[in-house]
Structures are given as C-alpha cells and as structure tokens.
C-alpha cells in the first residue's frame, strides 16, 4: 500500500513546479489586486493613507462618464480586430498549404512580423503614419489622394492601432492554424475528392470540423491577448486623439502610473479581467463543441 502511496505522489511533484509558478505569479496578483481595488490611497502632508472603502472605487467609477467611453473603445476594438485575425490567419495558413516552389521563402516573408518586437514595430508603425512626412501619405500622393491625418485623427487613430495588432499578430496565429492544418490526415481530402467535393466543400465539411478546436485555442487566446493590448497606445497615442483609443486596460495604467489612484486603476483590471472571463467562457460555451471532428477522426 505504502508503494501504491508513492506513485501516486511523483505526478504531483512533477506538476509542482508549475503548479507553484502558476500559484505565484497568476492566481496571487489576482487575488492581490482584487483585494487593492477596495482600497482608498491619499497622500497628505507626506504620509500615505490607506482606507477600505468597500465597493466605493467602484462606484465612482460606474458614474465616470470616462469608464464607460474606454469600456465601449474596448468592445468595438475587441469585436472588429479578433474576426479579422482569425480570419486572415486561416487565410494565409490555407494559402501557405499550397505546394509551390518558393513555398519556404514564402513562409519565412509571412513570419517575418514575429520576430520584430510590437514596441519596435509601433515605432516603425507610427513613422509610416506620420501625416507629414510618413511613408503611407506618399504612396496615396501619387493617386491623388489628400494627406490623411491618421493618428492624430479621432476617426482613424482606432483604425491605425488596428492595422498595427493585426499585422503583428496575424503571422503569429497563423503559426498555430497551420500546424492544424498539417495535422489533418490527406485521406479525408482523397475520400472527399472520390465523393465529388468541391474546394469549398472541403473546406466546409472536412477543414473547418477537424480544425475547430485549433480555431477556438486561437479565438480564446486572441481575444484574451487584445484586452490586454495597450503597447500602441502608450507609444503612439497616448490614449487619444479625445479618447479614441484609450482602451479600459490604458486607462488603468494612466489611473496608476500617472495619477496614483491605484484603487481605481485595480477596480478597472478586476473587471476587465471580469469582462475577459465572461467572454472566453461564452465562446468555449458555443464554439467548444468538437462533437463533429471527432466524429470524422
């Protein structure tokens, strides 16, 4: 018995190193910044003061006009950038399972944007942008098209930061969608090209049941990425032109690292963390059903 005791042990302390790492450096500051965000910090005469005020920075920031315009930046950003990916993500992946000559110098041009850092890129980025001397206002010059303000624009900046996570982040998705791909088995294509099915209906019956679950690890950690997506926004625009790009998890940063109000930069955090969760759940709830793919495997 004392033996069975013992190999029912060792997975655990294999586990325990990441277990521990996970415990540390996740579910604390979790719990850390859940317990600061019903915490109020004034500073007088040089002393600090910490008072628990309950859900009291919730509530001034429900009433913040602010809040509630970083809250919809956040929703509109989160709703056009996480299809959009996706979506170029498997069309690149598709595209690169096709069998061409330069098939590897092709690959390797797609996955350049993964080895550039984002901060690096967004420098590069806002160059490209500038409405004065930027690469993208020369190019449409010579179709006649006036400068366009891009940035400094409160009705293209979100479009700009948009364009810049999405060529960031499309050839690292697409990483993932094409290993899917590869790993689907040629049979089923053969079986499907004797039954007479067309490019789309392979598509449609074949690639998209036996890579739904690598669609939804995609989707969910896409998603969980883009809330957090604040890189751009630092560099580049600081939140606005009149708040047209200051997304809830800027805000909290401003809140903290400018103004010192960490209760309510933690109040922010805890419920976009809230918001994150409620998402991903739903889309495991209506996009996790892998019933069909295992069916065809």
């Known amino acids: ?50 008072l628990f005020v309950w859900f009291e920075n919730y509530q001034y920031l429900f009433s913040d006009p602010l809040f509630w315009q970083s809250l919809k930046i956040t929703s509109l950003l989160t709703v056009i950038i996480n299809p959009l990916q996706i979506s170029l993500s498997l069309g690149l992946a598709l595209l690169l399972m096709r069998k061409t000559k330069f098939i590897r110098i092709i690959r390797s041009l797609y996955l350049l944007p993964i080895g550039i850092a984002l901060p690096i890129a967004t420098i590069v980025w806002g160059l490209m942008l500038d409405p004065i001397d930027g690469l993208f206002n020369s190019i449409i010059g010579v179709f006649g098209i006036p400068p366009q303000p891009f940035l400094i624009s409160e009705h293209q900046a979100l479009w700009c930061i948009i364009g810049i996570a999405t060529w960031k982040g499309v050839a690292f998705w697409m990483l993932f969608l094409l290993a899917g791909l590869e790993d689907i088995p040629k049979q089923y294509y053969e079986a499907a090209s004797i039954d007479g099915a067309k490019t789309f209906d392979k598509f449609r019956f074949v690639t998209l049941p036996l890579l739904r679950r690598t669609i939804l690890f995609v989707f969910v950690a896409d998603t969980a990425a883009n809330f957090v997506l604040m890189v751009p926004m630092i560099i580049l625009t600081k939140g606005g032109p009149l708040q047209s790009t200051n997304v809830l998890v800027y805000e909290a940063y401003r809140s903290g690292f400018f103004y010192q109000d960490w209760g309510r930069s933690l109040s922010i955090v805890t419920i976009l963390t809230t918001i994150t969760l409620i998402v991903i759940g739903l889309q495991l709830l209506f996009l996790g059903d892998s019933r069909e793919g295992q069916k065809l495997k």
């Open 1 to 50: 018995m004392h033996f069975f005791k013992k190999q029912w042990i060792v997975p655990y302390l294999f586990l325990a190193p990441a277990l521990l790492g996970t415990i540390a450096f996740k579910l604390y500051p979790i719990f850390i910044g859940l317990w600061e965000s019903f915490i109020y910090t004034s500073y007088g005469g040089g002393v600090e003061k910490r």
